[in-house]
């Protein structure tokens, strides 16, 4: 595969959806405004939804496989974790969304804010569905939703990739939140 030189990116043959701006390469970065001692929250939370939430795929999985009653009161548990889990989440990342400009200019910012909030929303259904029996709806739409949660949150967490990583957002530096 023959590498293309492009003006707006270091990267070779990135697909055009991606976004890429050679002053962001450069820039040094924009640090988050949810931070201890320059360490952004946000990354630090984000870590038990998302292991709660795939784990209560898996175990919807088992239960599914299985017919235990523990893996639907587990599945329920890791719900519920991963609904509390994921609000302190998005605490901190809507706070840095809305405090830095850069972040709003990306469609990764927009696509992680929808996606994740859409995460969220199918979590308090998926929830609300268990609430007093955690077995019964696990069997098509428990496990339906769980699905869709943990497929969300994978495609949610390559924007936020692509917010750090890519655009050098949340990281340590000194760059401007408006723009590099």
């Given at each position: 595969m023959e590498t293309q030189q492009r003006n707006t990116t270091p990267y070779p043959n990135i697909p055009a959806f991606l976004e890429s701006d050679d002053r962001e390469f450069r820039d040094t970065g924009v640090p988050s405004t949810v931070a201890i001692a320059g360490h952004p929250i946000h990354p630090i939370l984000v870590q038990f939804p998302i292991a709660f939430l795939v784990g209560a795929l898996l175990s919807d999985v088992a239960f599914w496989l299985t017919d235990d009653t523990f893996w639907a009161r587990a599945s329920y548990w890791l719900i519920l974790g991963g609904l509390v889990g994921g609000i302190a989440a998005a605490l901190t990342g809507i706070l840095d969304f809305l405090r830095i400009?850069?972040?709003?200019?990306?469609?990764?910012?927009w696509a992680h804010l929808i996606l994740n909030v859409s995460a969220l929303v199918l979590t308090i259904i998926n929830l609300v569905l268990r609430w007093n029996n955690p077995v019964m709806p696990i069997l098509p739409w428990?496990?339906?939703?769980s699905v869709i949660v943990a497929s969300l949150?994978?495609?949610?967490?390559?924007?936020g990739g692509e917010l750090v990583y890519r655009h050098k957002i949340s990281v340590i530096g000194n760059g401007s939140p408006e723009s590099p």
């Open positions: 400009g850069r972040v709003r200019k990306r469609t990764a910012g428990g496990l339906v939703l949150l994978g495609v949610s967490g390559w924007y």
